[in-house]
Nanobody, 122 residues
């Protein structure tokens, strides 16, 4: 069982930066790959970033590549999402998730946080 709690969201102007954190409970954090997803009003939840269990592999969709960076600290049971050059279209609730398997699919993630709001003003 893994419990996830996100933090770090807020209101930022376009071009600004935010760093999201996701703290995990339990001793099994390092056995899960970790992903970040986001959901804007009226839209489906979409994949933002993923990092492997060891942190040696990451993947991003084109929409955030070069602007977002995912990292993890297994000693602290925490995964981060550094977001730079933010755009109004990045506005959404951001969720972290733990899972394994096909990491680009939401269905591969069995544990989800409650989400943190990110709002980017123009």
């Amino acid at each position: 069982q893994v419990q996830l709690v996100e933090s770090g969201g807020g209101l930022v102007q376009a071009g600004g930066s935010l760093r999201l954190s996701c703290a995990a409970s339990g001793r099994t954090f390092s056995t899960y790959a970790m992903g970040w997803f986001r959901q804007a009003p009226g839209k489906e939840r979409e994949f933002v970033a993923v990092i492997s269990r060891s942190g040696g592999w990451t993947y991003y969709p084109d929409s955030v590549k070069g602007r977002f960076t995912i990292s993890r600290d297994n000693a602290k049971n925490t995964v981060y999402l550094q977001m730079n050059s933010l755009k109004p279209e990045d506005t959404a609730v951001y969720y972290c998730a733990a899972g394994n398997g096909d990491l680009l699919k939401k269905s591969s993630y069995g544990y989800w946080g409650q989400g943190t709001q990110v709002t980017v003003s123009s």
